[in-house]
């Protein structure tokens, strides 16, 4: 297999049909830069076009699987003086638009099969990937998903617009949207969007990761594994035009947020422990 260049963070392997893909960074919860997201949209296009892979899996390390954008790569994004932009929406255009519609692009028409190992939390644009999954499991039942678009002035992105009443109904997106609530392990189990809680205490994600790993390797035994990706591919189809379209609304809406400044000013006080998220 070809690789890519390396990025600190975010580490991939490939083992027999698994592509494998583990964020790196505890230190920051493995909060993700906008050049980190697009590291992930390549890996993807790299297991896309390995004909001996079937599944990417998504792992990570830690306590959390991660907290969404980096808000220290936000700061760098506002303040950076090497490049000069013609105006904010063309800054913008850079920082968000084109990074953000080109990862959330590459997780929708993924022709492997996902599978997320939520080892804890994921926030924000993570999140957003994590609802993109065909399949997720939970180390334990301490792991939810926030999309704290309200809190930061910001507007579903990633997909989530149609991912999440997709998976937990309309009226259940409301609710957790617009007043900023997570969706707690409860919630993931009733509306099946967990398959199995592997029930392993916190500090244990590497024996967690290497326990999926295990069982995916019995459960694909004796399987035609080309019928997967033909079965994934006519799974995608019921929804693949309505995310492709929402990919595209999602982003140009959110742009007026970020050259009207509200989710920088938001990040920042999020930065300097003034904003909180209500968890
Ligand atoms: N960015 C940078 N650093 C982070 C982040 C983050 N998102 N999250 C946590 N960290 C760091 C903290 O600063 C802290 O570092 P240090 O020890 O040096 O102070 C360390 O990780 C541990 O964090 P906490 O001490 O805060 O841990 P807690 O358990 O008290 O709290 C929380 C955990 C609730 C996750 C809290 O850290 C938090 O609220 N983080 C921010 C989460 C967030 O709002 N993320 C952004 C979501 S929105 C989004 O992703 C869409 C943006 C679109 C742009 C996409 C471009 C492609």
């Avoid at 980190?36 to 390390?61: C, H, M, R």
């Avoid at 592997?198 to 594994?225: C, H, I, Q």
């Avoid at 006519?234 to 995310?243: A, R």
Wanted: some cysteine; proline content about 4%.
């Amino acid at each position: 297999m070809p690789g890519i260049r390396k990025n600190e963070k975010i580490r991939y392997r490939a083992a027999g049909p698994f592509f494998i893909i583990q964020l790196v960074k505890p230190e920051n919860l493995n909060a993700l830069e906008g050049e980190d997201y697009i590291y992930l949209g390549e890996l993807l296009e790299l297991a896309d076009k390995d004909p001996n892979v079937y599944f990417t899996v998504l792992q990570s390390s830690g306590r959390f699987f991660s907290s969404g954008a980096d808000f220290k790569g936000i700061a760098k994004a506002q303040g950076d003086s090497s490049v000069e932009y013609a105006s904010e929406t063309s800054k913008w255009l850079s920082n968000f638009v084109a990074r953000n519609v080109y990862v959330t692009d590459a997780f929708i028409k993924h022709s492997k099969v996902l599978i997320c190992c939520l080892n804890g939390p994921a926030i924000g644009m993570s999140a957003a990937l994590v609802a993109l999954c065909d399949i997720v499991y939970s180390m334990n039942d301490k792991v939810y998903l926030l999309y704290p678009f309200a809190n930061l002035g910001l507007v579903t992105e990633g997909g989530t617009t149609v991912s999440l009443p997709l998976k937990f109904g309309i009226n259940t997106a409301y609710e957790h949207l617009m007043f900023n609530k997570p969706f707690k392990y409860d919630t993931l189990c009733e509306s099946g969007f967990i398959s199995k809680n592997f029930n392993m205490p916190s500090p244990s994600s590497e024996t967690f990761n290497t326990a999926v790993l295990d069982e995916l390797r019995s459960k694909v035994e004796g399987l035609y594994l080309p019928s997967c990706l033909g079965m994934k591919k006519l799974l995608q189809s019921n929804h693949i035009d309505s995310l492709n379209k929402i990919n595209s609304m999602e982003v140009n809406e959110s742009l007026k947020y970020w050259v009207d400044g509200e989710p920088l000013r938001r990040f920042s006080q999020l930065g300097s422990k003034q904003r909180k998220h209500r968890l």
